[in-house]
């Protein structure tokens, strides 16, 4: 991901709407009331907002206070025993009211209802603890107390991750045609110099003054803000309205503003109490030295976009030089973390899969758009989120014809993207593409939106996609000095009118000395609109002043620092530089939506326990089936190292286990490895298929069993058609 990418931390929102999320499809479903799920969470259904909910807490407390001293008043006064009854049974009436209210804002701010949904965090515990007990991933070097923002992916985790990273290949660089490269993950500084990662791929960090811990300044205001707005009932509305202000604007502050915020809250180190030292900014790359000498300094790469970016001109000539074309990648990424936290969403290393793809600025539409045009999803324009409104379903057709999304091209990857997710099984009514706000996106970039997971830390940004414009090969054009350009040649030579922009180097070296570079990229980055009036404003007046993006302020262009012109003449092909649109996506944040979106809880049979399962889908089960004979037999052990043959023939992922143990604790681990499929043997010329969710079992020769989970898990047919296509075996044992 870009390195802007770093600079946004993670949409994370309290009090959201939690939408009901069924079972995939099966022809009996449990009943609802069995299962715990996160996804089954909604908030209260009532019709006060949380800002009347504050007010109408205020005036209560207020009446309280007020029967208080009334009730003190008559004591004093010493009336009769059924007027003092009377008033204190009044003030009591107005205590349980009170207390009424401060529920239904409890309720509103933490998105629970009722004591017996689970809390986010009870939620994301009971997952956790899963996930690390059965193997999927754990922190690393453990027996050294491990290492903030490490963690190691265990035989299931690895088996849900090569997956993924399957499924994204196929959905993507095989279904697009895609150019696939693998480039080193320690890259020379001149690239990352010439990126812009070496000066701006930082966080405002800030340090505990006695004990000198480093804190992420951002994280420390947003943990403060949502913990006020979640715990104290006591607030104002007007006070709440201020907090969600500062939560909303929390990318845009500057390291001044945000350290006053910091003192006017009056935020300590959250482990020491101690007080907190000015924001300041902390490069996140790891830095190493290539060679022996140290005289070649590097980098562990912060993406895996630069080595596309580098090979362009190559990956063009084995194109046939022809556009549009995309390059992707899979590989590891390194960002030195502040403060790592909330497990696999924030780590130091971790595995990104991006895309470059490479098009005439002049034409960004795309050849299949047709094919997504008429996908309906939740989404968050920039102007929506300006008026505080919430995500709403948008046909992507509409977004694009509309200008919301600014072309087909990054329309047809939105529209990819959403049916890559959710294919993989993330719950579509907990997924939402957020537009970025002005002050969010590089001055270079056309549009950005980010697909956003909702998951128990809030929403999360696990893909970026965006419009760079041309901003990346021209950096590295004019670094490296090697013309990183396309061509369109023309039938006939053609006249062409063409905008020069020339900035005078020496004069403007003389006027900004170090932010030399700074002016000369922004005045070349002007459009033909901004450059003409640029032009017509230095002949009148001879000087203008001219904001720079990368300066965060105006600064004075004179008469003598550009010169600005148009110019005719014939080509035989037009030379540009492509523009990129980049999908990237955070392969981990993603798996760990994935794994909280399949988690649920359901009672034993007995009830007297809580059965953890995943509902993963067999696309990415990190098992796609069990074989178990029904009891120690070996005649059905015999059968079932046959059914496993049949099942490694077909390439099916399974696991065998002839132990002893009942068949409902069985169906019960591998439930809780989401194994979506397990035949038992208990006979010898049949056996049967349980599926795992609605826990149905079907009855198949032993020669079909292998060829029935394959047609299955390969998704030539679903289970409702294997349901209503075999016999139906009723078991005690399935239930268990």
């Not at 239904?104 to 004591?115: E, P």
């Not at 140290?294 to 993406?303: I, T, V």
């Not at 509309?402 to 990857?413: D, Q, R």
């Not at 090969?473 to 905008?499: D, I, N, T, W």
């Amino acid at each position: 991901m870009r390195f802007l990418f770093a600079f946004i931390s993670s949409s994370v929102s309290t009090g959201h709407n939690f939408s009901s999320r069924l079972l995939h499809s099966l022809s009996s479903k449990p009943e609802r009331s069995t299962l715990t799920t996160f996804s089954n969470w909604q908030p209260p259904q009532m019709a006060a907002t949380e800002e009347s909910l504050r007010k109408a807490l205020a005036e209560k407390q207020s009446a309280v206070e007020a029967q208080g001293n009334a009730v003190r008043a008559l004591k004093a006064a010493k009336p009769l025993k059924p007027e003092i009854d009377a008033a204190i049974a009044a003030l009591n009436s107005l205590k349980l009211e009170k207390s009424s209210i401060e529920k239904q804002l409890q309720a509103a701010v933490s998105g629970n209802h009722g004591d017996s949904a689970l809390s986010r965090e009870a939620f994301r515990q009971a997952a956790v603890n899963t996930l690390e007990r059965r193997l999927f991933y754990i922190p690393s070097f453990k027996i050294y107390r491990g290492v903030a923002g490490l963690y190691d992916y265990g035989p299931p985790g690895c088996a849900v991750k090569s997956n993924v990273l399957a499924f994204w290949r196929q959905h993507f660089v095989l279904e697009e045609n895609m150019l696939e490269v693998d480039c080193p993950c320690v890259t020379p500084e001149v690239v990352l110099k010439a990126s812009g990662h070496v000066d701006k791929f930082t966080d405002l960090m800030v340090k505990d003054e006695k004990t000198g811990t480093c804190y992420r300044a951002d994280h420390l205001l947003k943990d403060f803000c949502n913990e006020k707005l979640q715990k104290d009932l006591s607030i104002s509305a007007e006070k709440a309205a201020e907090l969600k202000h500062v939560l909303a604007t929390l990318d845009d502050l500057s390291a001044e503003e945000l350290g006053a915020k910091i003192k006017e809250y009056g935020i300590t180190a959250p482990d020491t109490k101690n007080p907190l030292s000015d924001p300041y900014p902390f490069n996140l790359m790891f830095q190493t030295s290539i060679g022996p000498s140290g005289l070649s300094p590097g980098y562990m790469r912060p993406e895996t976009a630069q080595g596309i970016f580098v090979n362009f001109k190559d990956l063009y000539y084995y194109n046939g030089n022809k556009l549009p074309f995309a390059a992707a990648q899979i590989g590891q990424a390194f960002r030195n973390e502040i403060s790592p936290r909330q497990g696999l969403l924030r780590v130091r290393e971790f595995t990104l899969a991006e895309i470059e793809h490479f098009v005439d600025p002049e034409d960004k539409s795309h050849p299949k758009y047709f094919e997504v045009v008429n996908l309906e999803f939740l989404m968050l324009p920039r102007e929506e989120q300006m008026s505080g409104q919430s995500a709403k379903r948008i046909r992507l057709g509409d977004a694009v014809s509309k200008g919301i999304v600014n072309n087909e091209t990054l329309g047809f990857f939105i529209g990819r993207v959403y049916l890559f997710l959710t294919r993989l099984g993330i719950d579509k009514d907990r997924l939402r593409f957020r537009q970025h706000l002005a002050n969010e996106m590089a001055h270079y970039a056309a549009d950005c939106w980010d697909a956003e997971i909702e998951c128990s830390y809030g929403w999360i940004e696990c893909v970026g996609i965006a419009d760079r414009s041309a901003y990346d090969l021209r950096a590295h054009s004019e670094k490296s000095g090697v013309l990183l350009v396309a061509a369109e040649k023309f039938s006939e030579p053609r006249e062409v009118e063409k905008l020069v922009i020339a900035p005078v180097k020496k004069e403007l070296g003389l006027a900004f000395k170090g932010n030399q570079k700074n002016v000369v990229e922004a005045l070349e980055a002007m459009n033909e609109k901004e450059a003409l009036e640029m032009r017509a404003a230095l002949e009148s007046k001879g000087k203008v002043e001219f904001y720079v993006c990368t300066l965060g302020k105006n600064v004075p262009i004179k008469k003598n620092m550009v010169s600005i012109s148009k110019k005719k003449k014939k080509e035989h092909q037009r030379v540009f530089t492509p523009s990129v649109i980049e999908p990237s996506f955070g392969i981990g944040r993603i798996i760990y939506c994935l794994f909280e979106h399949s988690f649920y809880t359901r009672p034993s049979k007995a009830g007297d326990e809580q059965l953890n399962v995943f509902r993963f889908l067999p696309l990415v089960a990190p098992i796609k089936c069990t074989v178990f004979p029904l009891v120690q037999n070996q005649q059905y052990e015999d059968v079932a190292k046959v059914i496993s043959k049949s099942l490694k023939a077909a390439g099916i992922s399974h696991k065998i286990d002839i132990t002893g143990t009942s068949i409902g604790k069985r169906y019960a681990r591998t439930d809780e490895l989401g194994v979506p499929f397990a035949i038992t043997v208990d006979s010898m010329k049949d056996v049967t298929i349980r599926e795992r969710d609605s826990k149905l079992q079907v009855r198949v020769d032993v020669e079909e069993a292998a060829s029935v989970v394959k047609s299955v898990t390969d998704g030539h047919r679903t289970w409702e058609d294997v349901w209503a296509s075999f016999p139906h075996h009723t078991s005690r044992s399935a239930d268990d």
